[in-house]
T-cell receptor, first 112, second 113 residues
Framework: EAQVTQNPRYLITVTGKKLTVTCSQN?????MSWYRQDPGLGLRQIYYSMNVEVTDKGDVPEGYKVSRKEKRNFPLILESPSPNQTSLYFC???????????FGDGTRLSIL | QQQVKQSPQSLIVQKGGISIINCAYE??????FPWYQQFPGKGPALLIAIRPDVSEKKEGRFTISFNKSAKQFSLHIMDSQPGDSATYFCAASSGGSNYKLTFGKGTLLTVNP
């Protein structure tokens, strides 16, 4: 089954404690992306990757890092999380370019 | 700067009615306009998409209308059903070296039985 898998699905943590949200796709897609979803703000792109070792900033990259060492994986790293990064995060992938994208089911992060 | 403006924020429609959601964009370099549907607890799923070389695209009960000169596009859901109740997002992106995808803020559609 074609899917984008995110882990963890839920996480409550504290300010400053480094965390990584993993994202894996099994469709051999070249393009992967991370979004955050906040009430009233919709989905905002954090980072995207056109292919292995090729990443670029989206609209809200501050406080986040990504890496793309393998085609299937695109982890999102919060080196020093802060409360304003409390949000619902989605990973997505597509064959090439930004669409059509397959989304994961989301990771809800709460940073206290 | 909000590059894709979506309206309304919420919409209530009776079963069998037509749901219309509108989006406007500013960046004339945008060349791909998808609509996504999101149910609670799930990630968005692509519903239908259009490129600016056509003015309309229809898939089943869902139609995108595109007006390039006005820089507007809209989603029409014909014969709306309670199962269509979800949040809908329009989005836009441009090709070339910029593959950012910009979303509207979403419309919560409720279809009453």
């Amino acid at each position: 089954e074609a899917q984008v898998t995110q882990n963890p699905r839920y996480l409550i943590t504290v300010t400053g404690k480094k965390l990584t949200v993993t994202c894996s796709q099994n469709m051999n897609h070249e393009y992967m992306s991370w979004y955050r979803q906040d009430p009233g703000l919709g989905l905002r792109q954090i980072y995207y990757s056109m292919n292995v070792e090729v990443t670029d900033k989206g609209d809200v990259p501050e406080g986040y890092k990504v890496s793309r060492k393998e085609k299937r994986n695109f982890p999102l790293i919060l080196e020093s999380p802060s409360p304003n990064q409390t949000s619902l995060y989605f990973c997505a992938s597509s064959r090439q370019g930004p669409g059509p994208q397959h989304f994961g089911d989301g990771t809800r992060l709460s940073i206290l | 700067q909000q590059q894709v403006k979506q309206s309304p924020q919420s919409l209530i429609v009776q079963k069998g009615g037509i749901s219309i959601i509108n989006c406007a964009y500013e960046n004339t370099a945008f060349d791909y306009f998808p609509w996504y549907q999101q149910f609670p607890g799930k990630g968005p799923a692509l519903l239908i998409a259009i490129r600016p070389d056509v003015s309309e695209k229809k898939e089943g009960r869902f139609t995108i209308s595109f007006n390039k000169s006005a820089k507007q596009f809209s989603l029409h859901i014909m014969d709306s059903q309670p199962g269509d109740s979800a949040t809908y997002f329009c989005a836009a992106s441009s090709g070339g070296s910029n593959y950012k995808l910009t979303f509207g803020k979403g419309t919560l559609l409720t279809v009453n039985p």
